[in-house]
């Protein structure tokens, strides 16, 4: 049975906008995109939303609804009281570029910023052997959809601009992280972490992990993780012994 929704959605375009109230039909089973989506057919055409595929796995519709990042194809109505004034907003991290739509190519950049897989010279594609430990290890950072929720409701550059140059956010660390793991990825992944992709910056609060529609861990499975590895490698004695050893070899 259909209801008389009220919805306060941000209109604007570049740094200016403002909260506009409307009132409009829901029908039982939607989600917040097919209203988004009846709001341009029937009062508001120019409203600019970002979506594609509708189930949960393009990740374009990121919004922020009622003050918390969700995909708008995947946030159900019924979960709002039929009473409750539902307020939509653009990812707040990243600059608008009308209404609902967001400029994210913050995230593109530094994806070009990591190294990609990086294989030992004397092993030909087809030769790679790999343990299924190994497989399953990193099976769970694959799921990534790239809505870019994580990298929005970081609070290392969704409230501090200036560290975007010197931080790659939690889904690109992580990226870095599953790199670290593989077996037969030769690239020095823990230094270009800490020293180029801020990895120091994040103080694991799990906000990222919270927001994942994919319920990836990637505080517990991917960034803490890391952390270990490069802070044993900084700091861990026998490893810096070692590491001295080796060097005054060379």
């Known amino acids: 049975m259909g209801y008389k929704a009220k919805f306060r959605v941000w209109r ?9 109230d409307f ?14 989506h009846r ?15 509708k189930a949960g796995k393009c990740g374009s519709c990121s ?16 979960t709002f009281e039929e009473s409750e004034t539902i307020t939509v907003t653009p990812l707040r991290t990243f600059p608008v570029i009308k209404d609902l739509v967001t ?31 190994d497989v399953e290890r990193s099976q769970e950072f694959r799921k990534c959809i790239e809505c870019f929720m994580c990298q929005n409701v970081c609070h290392v550059i969704r409230d501090h601009e200036e560290n975007k ?27 270009s972490a800490q020293e180029e992709h801020g990895l120091g910056y994040c103080n694991i609060t799990k906000c990222c ?26 700091y861990d004695p026998l490893v810096w012994l070692g590491s001295k050893i080796f060097k005054r070899q060379r």
């Open 39 to 53: 709001l341009q057919a029937t009062q508001a055409p120019d409203l600019a939303v970002r979506w594609n595929c």
């Open 23 to 36: 009132t409009v039909e829901v029908n039982e089973g939607e989600v917040v995109l097919d209203v988004i």
């Open 209 to 234: 992990t919270e927001v994942c529609p994919e319920h990836i861990k990637i505080t517990d499975n991917a960034l803490i993780p890391m952390k270990e590895r490069v802070v044993d490698r900084k």
């Open 103 to 133: 400029d994210v190519s913050f995230n593109y950049q530094k994806a070009r910023e990591i190294p990609s897989f990086t294989p030992p010279a004397d092993v030909k594609p087809g030769e790679y052997r790999m343990q299924q430990v």
């Open 12 to 20: 604007g375009e570049g740094g200016e906008g403002r909260l506009e």
């Open 165 to 191: 140059p010197n931080f790659a956010g939690p889904r690109y660390l992580m990226r870095i992280a599953e790199l670290d793991m593989h077996p037969y990825d030769v690239a020095d992944r823990k230094e």
């Open 63 to 78: 919004m922020e609804i009622n003050g918390k990042p969700r995909l708008g194809c995947m946030t159900r109505m019924s």
